[in-house]
């Protein structure tokens, strides 16, 4: 059975890098049946996509973050992980790591980890 | 851009009831992309629906989704304690805003 698991600091500072890897179980990273995605939730709010990844490397990321987000994959180790950069408070949020099918619906999600920008 | 709008925006009712929430699109969409989840506080989203109408793996047969084009919905035949919970619709890599359904 396919788990994810999101792992990193739970605090960064503004203007800093936020990074999270998600550890994939159960299945591997290179399976052809998913895509790989992170996505958000503010403190209150909804749901915000942030970017996708292939296990060839091919990635989607959301146009509004799109300047400071990178998302990479790791095979040997069946991790992905995120990088935000520049972050400011309207970054805090729940992030989710999660199996993304072709038909963009996610049926397997991370518990979540919270990140909150704060100096 | 497309926009989902889901209505209400808050949903009262009493375990046993019917619930209809609804996800409208702001330009018509494939239903094969369109999905529904379940949040309760503190926990991640649990699929629902997906294609617009097939209940994900474990999903009692109470929860239903339908529509098409620009306009969706996910009903709830008979309301159990712990479906109280908010519900997105989302479409590709756009997510509604959330009905949350609560206890009356």
């Known amino acids: 059975q396919l788990q994810l698991q999101e792992s990193g600091p739970g605090l960064v500072k503004p203007s800093e890098t936020l990074s999270l890897t998600c550890t994939v179980s159960?299945?591997?990273?290179?399976?052809?049946?998913?895509?790989w995605g992170w996505i958000r939730q503010p403190p209150g709010k909804g749901l915000e996509w942030i970017g996708s990844?292939?296990?060839?490397?091919?990635?989607y990321y959301n146009p509004s973050l799109k300047s400071r987000v990178t998302i990479s994959v790791d095979t040997s180790k069946n991790q992905f992980s995120l990088k935000l950069s520049s972050v400011t408070a309207a970054d805090t949020a729940v992030y989710y790591c999660?199996?993304?099918?072709?038909?963009?619906?996610?049926?397997?999600w991370g518990k979540g980890t919270t990140v909150t920008v704060s100096s | 851009e497309i926009v989902l709008t889901q209505s209400p925006g808050t949903l009262s009712l009493s375990p046993g009831e019917r619930a209809t929430l609804s996800c409208r699109a702001s330009?018509?969409?494939?239903?094969?992309?369109l999905a529904w989840y379940q949040q309760k506080p503190g926990q991640a989203p649990r699929l629902l629906i997906y294609?617009?109408?097939s209940r994900a793996t474990g999903i009692p047969d109470r929860f239903s989704g339908s529509g098409s084009g620009t306009d969706f919905t996910l009903t709830i035949s008979r309301l159990e304690p712990e479906d109280f919970a908010v519900y997105y619709c989302?479409?590709?890599?756009?997510f509604g805003q959330g009905t949350k359904l609560e206890i009356k």
């Open positions: 999660a199996s993304v099918t072709p038909l963009y619906y996610m049926d397997v």
């Open positions: 159960g299945g591997s990273i290179s399976s052809s049946s998913y895509y």
């Open positions: 990844i292939y296990y060839s490397g091919s990635t």
């Open positions: 330009q018509s969409v494939s239903s094969s992309y």
């Open positions: 294609g617009a109408s």
């Open positions: 989302q479409q590709r890599k756009t």
